[in-house]
């Protein structure tokens, strides 16, 4: 079975312990303890950048069962501190495989423990809250592993961004994956004079996101988050506020890009972009209990009266309230009542909290991206 | 499922085991779908939207059947149905998610944002489930009942029934199902094969392909070579493996001296796998109970899980759970008061970690019954025992009492998740039964309603000290033990056709030379009559011996003597352990020794005498008493030559439970229940027989189409899968109902083949003459015709099949023939004329294959021909019963 059958603790900053086996690289790992429900999808949830700083544990139980394949990426690597599931299974049976959860995670230093009560850790995590946790394959006394966990400051004053941010600013090109490619085909550029020039502000972009806009027509260019916007408008006839890892109110350069770049050319905001552009509209964000991290959650579009299905992963929120008049809410989380969606009453700025790039998740909230263009058009 | 605002959610997906060619209902089926990645998962959710929009489903649930080809993933797909299906029942409770409910509230205009999911409150049913377990379905088939008939697996469904099985991980979850279909099957026994026969066997689906699968595994063959020659996924093969080289670790693990279970962390290991207690035990040459002991030793539990549609993201309100094994986990805990969150680790000291196992059953201390189950479909036991556990929830439910409902089968009502206050969804054997009730701690189990399966773990559950409401174990015992039973019988003085039973071939040959022949021969404590036979002589007795013994090695063969031409009847009584009431006297249509369960019967008796009637009460009260019955109880009697017999006695709710209740208008499951928590009768105001002023007949639905190359004819092996009731109040137009409703209706006018048996001739003159005088023209073979000639009744002739062409099967296929009635006696006569059957079920003539039953359709047809038939709801029958009793 070639697995790393070595002994492995998680430890919770609140003195809980589960013990495991260890999967991946061995190590060591602290992190945020988050919960992710998507039954399928762990290898784009291991590479969604929005993860860096999380431990993240997956409900479903049985995770490597299709491998891993370059197709199915967010991101160049993982970037989840630690993973977390009841059975990792390293017998990948998919045509699209390239080879085993378990190896891909070692290859990438990435520690995992399995063979624990996730159900339980998940009921407590949503009955306590988040909380930071340490993976650790070397160290296997618990009272150790606490002090070390409660030792860790926490990951929300981090700038999680500058982690993950691209050094440099880069064209993209790559389509959506579609049916029936292998993953190897390789992607010849389409040359478009008329595509819409669109700059994507980095804050741990998913590919599948610019794979969208892409499939939208747009000519896409990624820059770093710490790009001064006056330059970012160079090049731009619309911008795109990415998605994220950690607290909105750590990363004060990009809220101030935002409250530069508003007025001047369309925006769209996605998860952490739209936490950002509610705080550079002057808004605030408040954290969740256990965050929403998943790919059921019904969203109800509020023009259209309609649900979607919408893949989720997010722990903060922007307060609705909190910017008055200058926005509509678009789009409400039929679950816990929360704000997943806005537009900007005067300007043409709209903005998502939930995941309309899916990847993994359904892809209900897909046409956002079309919105998106044809809201630049009008403008 | 999709609503009239155009909202979709998709609620499960299921992958199957075995590659396309085996009908899904017939494939074990796994959710959710193991093998796809998001994106090629993804590709399916959006086609199932696009097919269901474009079919205009507009509102309701609907199911999607794909094809990948794991080679490249190319999609195809095989059907849709624009309906609640099957499968949907599965989904349903794999999910927790109830599309039917759903479905009905969407049709009368609700969206699914507007209806609350059930389970978390808070949420609305606008969402798709997500789970954290693995749900296998089994199917379950009954090829035991249709030997003749090809038991490969292929497009067309053969099973008829299923399991379903929850674990948290597909291997505990597929082992769980294996012992979810009670053919005393606990996990991946061993089979006795070659690697040789094993790889010709395993090319061809059959429904105990994956124990091969296993052998193969045990002899090493390798998961590429089981792929190649199955093109099962590899990975359902792995996790077999996974299983099988667990089953050698379990074997040689080390262990203290003598013979004890394997060590305690082997044996946590094992339980996650979803061993049972019983496989273990073969492995390690141990009993059930020494692992049980040495579980409860260690304090290693099975632990409840919830199933709530959102894997734990929201808190769950409805106990609908299943059995898993986890690791415990530990929580600090300072050794100073306060909480240790807030202080500051190092100087509160080191803390202690105490394990902490999580189980999410939450037991009430409110006074509880359990009630098992009926398990899978299976012939001779389907939904009617499911019927009356459903009521047994109800009744109790009524007086205060907390309902458990413990059950692996997903067609059922009893295990919606709403139907008791508890659901376990669980296998129906002793340990899994066991592991409920020592958590539960009940006032008392049920094991009266759900048939043969509860029935069996009474003595063994009470020897664990659970105790079992109405009537004792012991009881039961006395009625199921042939040596125990007969001494009742002679202490109450009651007559029994003789009977013996036998462990060997000359003992069988003994006993029924004593009796006489003919003989039925059967194994015991088995329901449905499954490998009864009616023999007439020595070498019959051999060859049954021989696959019977085969069959059930630890259980006796009974030996009865077998009464020709007796009519036989069912008797539903209930007592409360000093007042017997009879719920119904059913006088069957066709003659005893055709199964109970596939013979028509009357409700009230068509033909017995008021005296025999009269006998037939003394007699049940008799027993009933004797037994201490407290709850239901199904005697079988025959009458013949006016002497009263009594075949068996059930001292459990019976199959015609349901259809008494229904054509008398009294609850009896549920009366029944009340009783055995200590109402009296006459608390429930049932103190003397319910007469009717109507007629119900009752009439079985068999699954011949289902199996090329089957016989028809009936016997005392049950076939049929399902029954209908009609009601008149006469008999004739009843039974004329009940056959429609079968769809094998009675013609008024044409052209009946007649083709019979010597000694069926006499009954011929009465039955050609009424058919004559209704205008039909009567068509018979050379025999049969110049029997009628010479009486002067007119009847043409036709060639039987060996004649010559033209013979009677053209004038099937040519449908010259509106009826046909064809009895016979003796194997060669059986092969003569099976085509004639054939034709007729493939030609849907309308059929008769004894003769009770034909003087019964021409019965029908005479009342039919008179006066229209009228409708009436089953209301206002019961109406006119209490405004008009019967005299």
Known sequence: MNRNEAKALLVLADGTVFEGRGFGARGETVGEVVFNTSMTGYQEILTDASYKGQIVVMTYTQIGNYGVNPGDIESCAPSVEGFVAKEFFDYPSNWRSQGGLGSYLKENGKTGIDGIDTRALTRHLRDRGVQMGIISTEDLNPGSLLEKVRKHPGISALDLVSEVTTKEPYAWSEPLWRHGDRPSSSHVPRPNRDAIKVVVFDYGVKMNILRHLDAAGFAVTVVPATTPPEEALKQADAIVLSNGPGDPRSVPYAIDSVKYLLGKKPILGICLGHQILGLGLGGSTYKLKFGHHGGNHPVMDLAAKKVEITSQNHNYCVDIRSLGNQVEMTHQNLYDGTEEGMAHRELPVISYQHHPEAGPGPNDSGHIFSRFRDMIERA | ?887
């Not at chain 2, 674990?167 to 094969?193: C, H, M, N, W």
């Not at chain 2, 010709?200 to 045990?218: E, H, T, V």
């Not at chain 2, 036998?502 to 030379?513: I, M, Q």
């Not at chain 2, 004639?836 to 047809?861: D, M, S, W």
Request: net charge negative; proline share 6%; hydrophobic share 40%.
């Open chain 2, 1 to 887: 499922m999709r609503d009239n605002r155009d909202n979709v959610v998709i609620i499960c997906s299921i992958e199957n085991f075995d590659p396309m060619g085996v009908h899904t209902g017939d494939s074990i089926t796994v959710a959710p779908a193991q093998t796809l990645t998001d994106k090629e998962y993804q590709v399916l959710r959006d086609a199932s939207i696009a097919v269901i929009r474009e079919i205009g489903v507009d509102t309701g649930g609907s199911n999607i059947q794909f094809a990948v080809n794991p080679d490249d993933g190319r999609v195809i797909v095989i059907e849709m149905n624009p309906r609640v299906s099957r499968s949907s029942a599965l989904a349903s409770k794999a999910t927790g998610f109830p599309i039917a409910k759903i479905a009905a509230k969407l049709a009368v205009g609700l969206t699914l944002d507007e209806i609350p999911n059930d389970i978390t409150k808070e949420t609305p049913a606008s969402f798709e489930p997500t789970i954290d377990y693995v749900v296998v379905k089994y199917p379950r088939f009954a090829f035991e009942k249709f030997p003749e008939a090809d038991s490969t697996l292929t497009t067309q469904m053969k099973s008829v029934g299923e399991a379903m099985s929850i674990g948290r991980t597909f291997k505990e979850s597929l082992q769980k199902s294996l012992r979810s279909l009670e053919i005393d099957s606990y996990g991946f026994e061993p089979v006795e094969a070659t690697l040789t026969e094993i790889r010709d066997k395993i090319k061809i689906p059959g429904w105990d392909r994956i124990w091969y699968l296993a052998q193969a595994i045990r002899l090493g063959e390798s998961i590429e070579e089981l792929h190649a020659l199955t093109n099962i996924d590899p990975w359902f093969l792995f996790n077999m493996k996974q299983i099988i080289d667990m089953e050698e670790t379990i074997k040689t693990s080390p262990r203290g001296t003598g013979v004890t279970p394997p060590a305690p962390e082997i044996l946590m290991q094992a339980k996650e796998y979803g061993f049972s207690d019983r496989r273990i035990a073969q492995l390690t040459g141990t009993r059930e109970s020494d692992v049980r002991g040495m579980r409860r030793s260690m304090g290693l539990r099975a632990s409840y899980k919830m199933v709530d549609t959102c894997a734990a993201e929201f808190r769950a309100y409805t106990p609908y759970l299943y059995s898993t094994y986890e690791k415990p986990f530990y929580r600090a805990e300072m050794q100073k008061s306060g909480s240790a969150e807030e202080k500051d680790f190092r100087s509160s000291g080191l803390p202690v970690f105490r394990p902490a196992a999580e189980c999410e059953a939450n037991p009430t201390d409110r006074k509880k019954v359990v009630i098992l189950g009926s398990g899978p479909n299976r012939i001779g036991q389907g939904i009617e025992f499911d019927y009356c556990c459903v009521h047994a929830v109800f009744a109790l439910r009524e007086l205060g009492y907390e309902t458990i409902m413990v059950n692996c089968n997903p067609e059922t009502v009893s295990t919606d998740y709403d139907t008791a206050d508890r659901l376990y969804f669980e296998p129906l054997t002793l340990e899994d039964v066991l592991s409920i009730i020592e958590i539960e701690k009940p006032i008392g189990v049920i094991v009266q309603f759900g048939g043969q399966t509860p029935l069996k773990l009474a003595v063994p559950l009470e020897k664990e000290g659970v105790p079992i409401l109405g009537t004792s174990p012991d009881s039961i015992d006395r009625a199921e033990d042939r040596r125990r039973f007969k001494e009742i019988l002679h202490k109450l003085d009651l007559r029994q056709p003789h009977s013996g039973t036998a462990l060997s071939v000359d003992e069988a040959l003994a006993e029924a030379r004593a009796i006489g022949y003919p003989v039925m021969v059967r194994p015991s404590y088995v329901l449905g009559g499954r490998a009864m036979e009616i023999v007439y002589d020595e070498q019959s007795i051999r060859n049954y011996m021989r696959r019977a013994v085969k069959a059930s090695p630890e259980h006796p063969v009974l030996i009865d003597k077998y009464l020709e031409d007796a009519i036989e009847v069912d008797v539903d009584a209930i007592s409360d352990g000093k007042r017997v009431v009879i719920g119904g006297i059913m006088e069957h249509i066709e003659e005893a020794g055709i199964h109970s369960g596939d013979s028509a019967c009357s409700l009230p008796p068509y033909s017995l005498s008021g005296d025999m009637i009269a006998r037939i009460c003394d007699q049940t009260r008799a027993l009933a008493q004797e037994l201490n019955v407290v709850g239901l109880m199904n005697i079988q009697f025959a009458v013949k030559d006016n002497t009263l017999f009594i075949l068996e006695v059930n001292p459990r709710a019976s199959r015609t439970i349901p259809y008494v209740s229904k054509s008398i208008g009294v609850p009896l499951a549920k009366m029944a229940a009340q009783v055995m928590v200590g109402k009296t009768l006459e608390e429930l105001g049932l103190t003397t027989e319910i007469r009717v002023p109507h007629f119900t007949v009752k009439e079985a639905v068999f699954p011949f189409d289902r199996f090329a190359g089957v016989d028809t004819l009936l016997g005392p092996e049950m076939k049929s899968t399902g029954e209908v009731m009609g009601i008149d109040e006469d008999f004739g137009r009843a039974y004329a109902k009940s056959q429609s409703s079968a769809k094998n209706p009675m013609p008024l006018k044409g052209t009946v083949f007649i083709s019979v048996k010597d000694k069926d001739k006499p009954a011929l003159p009465a039955l050609a003459e009424t058919l004559l005088s209704l205008g039909f023209s009567i068509i018979a073979t050379r025999g049969t015709a110049f029997f009628l000639n010479q009486l002067g009744l007119k009847a043409d002739t036709v060639n039987k099949v060996t004649e010559g062409r033209p013979h009677c099967v053209d004038l099937i296929k040519n449908r010259d023939i509106d009826f046909v009635i064809n009895t016979v006696t003796g194997a060669k006569a059986q092969q003569d004329s099976f085509s004639i059957r054939e034709a007729a079920l493939q030609y849907n003539v309308p059929y008769t294959t004894t003769i009770a039953g034909a003087r019964a359709a021409i019965k029908a047809i005479e009342v039919t021909a008179k006066k229209k038939i009228n409708i009436k709801s089953i209301q206002e029958y019961h109406r006119a019963r209490l405004e008009k009793p019967a005299p």
